[in-house]
């Protein structure tokens, strides 16, 4: 059987870094000064030094916008059409900025197969043709759409894009994982909605996939929905965006799914026979379940804890950003492990091995 692998990932974030405007502008919506000072040191302690977004952050958070432009204002919140007319204007230019970090030349023409993952906006024709256009490939491209699958939605396109190898030794799989999550900042109340807001961004990660056995060897997915959990995690449009419920015991419910399954996940295996450790950095509070649920070291993680303090949540976007700093390290060898949590709730989880030059 022909085996898959991710050769190369390119990543991209917009240019505007909005964490400490964001820290300043929720700090004015705390409802009493205990919610204030305990947002203040949640803040601090989520681990997060810069999140980017397509949209240029207020310097000025007491004139009531997060923003330079004013999109989002109190008590005038844009509706979901607003929301996806900014989607459709960012989406394709963070895409090809991602994509260009492949440089892909004239090896563009054999592209043979589109994956694009998204759960942030969606226009037709979408985000697919525009880079079939923008890249010059073959307008015969086989082309996929996975939407609306949240932050484990790059493990199910790798998982396609294995399928569609296995399946067609020659083909070569673009993999486009795109997220624009400060689109759909909503009106909080409460601390424990401006908290969820607090750890999501935008970025981009482009990556291929083939025969070729170079960088990553995917050698065996695994999904995992624990049970009596479905509420934990929603994603629903509404009028005024896309509205999310993100509960304080995901974390809780994390830790005991793994504890339940990781035998199955490592296909037998112990935590500790694994050297390579990819994980959606979700929030802090998920890497410390995941450490807890797993009984791993405190430098497990690391690749994983960087990415969350550097970027933030990307969702579907985030993991790839930390499969590229593994495959990017020189020191790092041997098998791993990378999962990703989201709706449902679900762990879907694959084992790896970095090989070639």
């Not at 932050?151 to 799989?173: G, Q, T």
């Not at 930390?322 to 041997?334: M, T």
Request: one cysteine or more; charged letters at 20%; a neutral charge.
């Amino acid at each position: 059987m022909t085996t898959a692998y991710l050769n190369r990932i390119s990543t991209a974030v917009p240019p505007h870094d909005i964490h400490d405007a964001f820290v300043r502008f929720a700090g004015t919506r705390m409802e009493t000064p205990r919610d204030r000072a305990l947002f203040g040191k949640l803040a601090e302690k989520a681990q997060i030094a810069h999140r980017f977004s397509v949209l240029e952050a207020s310097s000025d958070p007491a004139d009531g916008s997060v923003d330079a432009g004013g999109f989002y204002r109190h008590g005038e919140l844009p509706s979901t059409r607003a929301r996806m007319r900014q989607y459709e204007a960012h989406a394709p230019t963070l895409a090809m900025k991602a994509i260009a970090g492949l440089d892909l030349g004239t090896a563009a023409r054999r592209i043979t197969h589109v994956i694009v993952t998204s759960c942030t906006g969606f226009y037709a024709p979408g985000l697919d043709l525009e880079i079939v256009e923008r890249c010059g490939l073959d307008p015969s491209v086989e082309r996929t759409m996975v939407g609306f699958m949240g932050c484990y939605a790059a493990v199910n396109a790798l998982k396609l894009a294995r399928h569609v190898v296995r399946s067609e030794p020659e083909a070569r799989v673009l993999l486009v994982n795109l997220e624009l999550c400060s689109l759909h900042l909503g009106e909080a109340h409460g601390l424990e909605q401006m908290l969820s807001f607090l750890v999501f961004a935008d970025g981009c990660a482009a990556s291929v996939v083939s025969a070729d056995p170079r960088g990553l060897a995917l050698d065996r997915f695994h999904s995992v929905l624990v049970p009596e959990t479905r509420e934990l995690i929603t994603w629903k449009i509404g009028d005024r965006g896309f509205d999310m419920c993100l509960s304080g015991r995901v974390p809780g419910a994390v830790s005991r799914g793994l504890q339940a399954s990781s035998a199955a996940i490592l296909d037998g295996a112990l935590p500790e026979a694994i050297d390579l450790w990819a994980v959606h950095p979700g929030g802090r509070s998920v890497l410390d379940a995941v450490e807890n649920g797993l009984g791993l070291g405190p430098e497990a993680l690391a690749a994983s804890r960087a990415i969350l303090r550097a970027y933030g949540n990307m969702s579907s976007a985030t993991l790839m950003f930390v499969l590229e700093k593994i495959l990017g390290a020189p020191n790092a060898s041997g098998r791993g492990c990378a999962m990703s949590f989201g709706p449902g709730l679900t762990a879907e989880t694959f084992l790896f091995r970095k090989v070639g030059p």
